[in-house]
């Protein structure tokens, strides 16, 4: 085995099961964006479809694949879409983003009109990011519009926050405010039409009560992992959530190394006594981030052994002198449990200077996944484009 990802799709479930009785009475909308952070998009999808009321993706492409699959529940499309894509997508049922009322919209009435149905859309409301959104001011006017058009059936209305990893943060209460000042004018509308508002992701639905509104939208939390260790501890109970997701390897080689030898590329670590030192056989390649290098530890024999020199692309090399009884065919713990000891996606996260979030999701998508129960399609080996 060289290496091997495995996803425990019962604690997917359970997570989504936690988060929703948490927020009910609120809906609950699962992102599955980033192939599903890495954990698998088409498995985690199967597995928890009957679980949610929206599954959300950024990518047209994504929605496509999903219903390809089979996944017949409602799916929004949360980024940008080329125009040539809508008519697939509205003839998939699939609803997008709207945070324009220029050439895109009337890309979409066009297509509603020729199949004769109205394209489902959410409308996007700017409140903080300065990413994508109607702003604030002109946000009342657009949905008025929006709402009157008879080609686009309005099925939501949201925002995204940019700072809710911080409980009181009186940056995301303004958001907030915005936000539902921004659609204030249209409420009776929307409430006719079940036009369901949304501004929530992970951190906000666990601090956040008021924030939970319709619908909310998580991401990180569905896989077990926490949006930001400040969010973990203000809500107090740390076994809310279960990892997912458990990365192994095997070690292929231990050689003996007399002490004052370079160990790697570029000379970068030395030996400072006789040492043994692992070869586990991936690199950055395989997802292990090179910035771990000389920081980051693994797992093996129930011991916390260090990498050493730097990480190379199909090869990251670990000092095992501590671990007599390490040896080829040793199994190698890079996320997840051996015996007392654990590493997490959020240690890779410290020793990289990022976030839990890109450690997982840059889990490249070629390497082998196994769920837990087994999916029905025994999709172990997805291909790379
Ligand atoms: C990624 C994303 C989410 C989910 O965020 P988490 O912090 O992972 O829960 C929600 N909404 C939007 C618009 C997103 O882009």
């Not at 077990?224 to 203000?234: F, H, I, V, Y």
């Not at 007392?340 to 200077?353: E, H, K, L, N, P």
């Amino acid at each position: 085995m060289i290496a091997k990802l495995e996803i425990d799709l019962a604690a997917v479930k359970a997570n989504v099961a936690a988060l929703r009785a948490m927020c009910a009475p609120a809906g609950f909308a699962a992102v599955l964006k980033g192939n599903a952070y890495g954990h698998g998009l088409v498995e985690v999808a199967r597995a928890i479809e009957d679980d949610v009321d929206w599954i959300c993706v950024y990518h047209a492409e994504e929605a496509l694949v999903l219903r390809e699959a089979r996944i017949a529940g409602r799916i929004l499309v949360l980024g940008p879409v080329e125009w040539q894509r809508l008519a697939d997508l509205h003839e998939a049922g699939v609803s997008v983003t709207l945070w324009d009322t220029g050439s895109y919209r009337s890309f979409l009435a066009g297509v509603a009109r020729s199949a004769k149905r109205p394209f489902g859309v959410h409308v996007k409301i700017e409140s903080g990011v300065a990413r994508y959104g109607f702003e604030p001011a002109a946000a009342p006017a657009a949905l008025g519009t929006l709402l009157a058009d008879a080609d686009l059936a309005v099925e939501g209305v949201f925002t995204h926050l940019a700072a809710a990893e911080e409980l009181e943060s009186a940056f995301t209460i303004a958001q907030r405010d915005r936000f539902l000042g921004a659609i204030e004018s249209s409420a009776s509308l929307l409430a006719q039409r079940g036009t369901v508002r949304h501004a929530a992701a992970s951190a906000a639905a666990m601090l956040y009560p008021t924030l939970r509104l319709d619908l909310v939208r998580c991401g990180i939390a569905v896989y077990g992992l926490w949006p930001s260790p400040q969010t973990r501890d203000a809500v107090g109970n740390p076994a809310l959530l279960a990892p997912a997701l458990r990365w192994t390897s095997t070690l292929v080689a231990v050689r003996n190394v007399p002490a004052n030898t370079p160990v790697g590329y570029g000379c970068a670590f030395t030996t400072a006594k006789p040492s043994r030192i692992g070869v586990v056989p991936i690199g950055y390649a395989e997802g292990v981030p090179r910035a771990a290098s000389g920081r980051g530890h693994v797992l093996i024999e129930g011991n916390n052994v260090p990498i050493v020199g730097r990480i190379c692309m199909n090869a990251t090399l670990v000092d095992v002198t501590g671990v007599p009884s390490a040896r080829a065919g040793s199994l190698v713990t890079l996320i997840g449990s051996d015996g007392d000891a654990t590493i997490t996606a959020d240690d890779w996260a410290r020793w990289c200077d990022t976030i839990n979030y890109e450690i997982v999701t840059r889990l490249p998508a070629g390497v082998p996944r196994s769920y837990v129960p087994p999916s029905p399609t025994k999709a172990l080996l997805r291909a790379v484009p």
